[in-house]
């Protein structure tokens, strides 16, 4: 019997691989601070950073992909969680899925239930950065930067690389076009596209041509 090509399966087992990810990945993310509901899939180990007094939550039944072997668009990092400041809070709602998303809060990054994330997606509640260049040079740079709750609504998906940044209001059941950076709000249904993003359509418009 020829045991050579068995022996990839031995130093590589797959199933030891999903056990990992089902069941040790979300053990992980519990003890970084960050409540995980009943049923969350990991593919991949996201990077999870909470800062003190903040808060963190994924709905039950979401996946996250941070590994391009079990997305077929492939994603360029892992899904990155991350609190900015103390009381900001991330709150991801049931059955929301993402791949290799970005989402940092300084203040707050709400996700409906059953959004769908693209590969490579960012949502960001803060500039990060401070406007004034004097204030931008001194030691409280990101404090000073200006920070505006992001509210993404349910059943919205936004197309693999595209940006959402703060203060900005995504309706339930929206489209975002591939590679849009939206900042503004985004009626319920639309369909926006580009840099800016614009509305070019609705839901309803494109399911008549369809």
């Not at 707050?108 to 950065?129: K, L, P, Q, S, Y």
Request: proline share 4%; aromatic share 8%.
């Amino acid at each position: 019997m020829q045991w050579g090509k068995y022996l990839h399966f031995w130093r590589y087992p797959a199933y030891l691989e999903v056990l990992w990810y089902r069941l040790v990945t979300p053990a992980q993310v519990r003890r970084r601070g960050v409540k995980v509901g009943a049923h969350v899939t990991f593919w991949g180990s996201p990077l999870v950073s909470q800062a003190p007094f903040s808060y963190m939550v994924i709905g039950k039944y979401c996946v996250l992909c941070s590994a391009s072997a079990y997305t077929a668009l492939g994603v360029n990092h892992p899904v990155v969680l991350r609190t900015l400041r103390a009381g900001a809070r991330i709150e991801i709602g049931e059955g929301v899925r993402m791949s290799g998303c970005t989402v940092c809060a300084a203040r707050r990054v709400e996700i409906g239930a059953r959004t769908c994330i693209g590969a490579n997606v960012t949502i960001v509640d803060t500039d990060f950065h401070a406007l004034d260049p004097a204030d931008r040079a001194s030691l409280q740079d990101a404090d000073l930067a200006i920070s505006v709750p992001v509210e993404i609504g349910a059943d919205v998906f936004l197309g693999m690389n595209s940006i959402v940044l703060k203060g900005v209001r995504i309706g339930d059941g929206a489209i975002v076009g591939a590679g849009a950076v939206v900042t503004k709000d985004v009626l319920p249904h639309a369909i926006v596209a580009g840099n800016p993003a614009r509305v070019v359509g609705t839901v309803a418009q494109m399911s008549e041509v369809r």
